[in-house]
């Protein structure tokens, strides 16, 4: 006699056997199918992670290169403004470069100067900067206030007053006008500040 339990049935033993033989390795197969798609899940997981990550680590390398770049045409323009400035001369560490205007040397300013001549209206170092001009503009981007002389060191520091340049020129609109020489080469130093402006507002 055989007697019948829900989706199973009972031998005449007490022993009881599924309704359909393959459920067993059916449940088997379905148990081998999920954890497999869940390692596999797991490894493509995995490796979106990783791309993901290196792209990341893509972008900013090309970053830093790419803003390496505008520093380099920064430097570029102000290596010319110097070159333009200097006439070319090569002046060392240990060397006063200066002119002598003596038009500019009639200005009311010049003549208050008395027995020190007239140096504060003379051009100093490879970036012929005026002492009064230097002065400015370490208040105006630095908000520094800074001595006379402190100014005649920093115009005559060829790294300093390279440095000085970049911010007036880059950091200052109309700020590379203050020299004569991008005044007569107008197009050259307009197309390339502006074109650096622009690179940058992409980033």
């Known amino acids: 006699m ?10 005449s033993n007490g022993q009881f056997k599924a309704k359909h033989k393959g459920f067993v390795k059916f449940l088997v197969l379905i148990i081998v199918f ?11 997981t995995s490796k979106v992670e990783m791309e993901t ?3 990341e680590q893509a972008q900013d390398v090309s970053m830093e290169r790419f803003e390496k770049h505008i520093e380099k045409l920064k430097n570029d323009v102000v290596a010319q ?3 333009d400035e200097s006439g070319g001369i090569n002046i060392g560490d240990g060397d006063i470069f200066y002119t002598h ?23 100093w170092g490879n970036f012929q900067y005026k002492i009064t001009t230097v002065q400015y503009y370490y208040q105006k981007l630095y908000d520094k206030s800074i001595t006379q002389k402190e100014a005649l060191l920093i115009a005559l520091d060829d790294k300093k007053a390279e440095e000085l340049t970049k911010d007036i020129v880059f950091k200052h609109v ?9 005044q007569n080469k107008k197009d050259w130093y307009n197309m390339r500040i502006t074109f650096i402006r ?3 507002a992409s980033i």
Do not use: H, N
């Open 198 to 200: 622009e690179l940058e």
């Open 34 to 44: 999920l954890t497999t798609l869940f390692i596999g899940l797991q490894i493509v």
């Open 53 to 55: 990550i290196e792209i």
């Open 101 to 123: 205007d003596p038009q500019r040397a009639k200005r009311p300013i010049c003549k208050k100067i008395g027995g020190l001549r007239d140096i504060m209206c003379d051009s």
């Open 174 to 182: 109309g700020g590379v006008w203050e020299w004569t020489s991008a």
């Open 2 to 11: 055989k007697t019948t339990i829900g989706t199973y049935k009972r031998k």
């Open 81 to 83: 403004l110097k070159k």
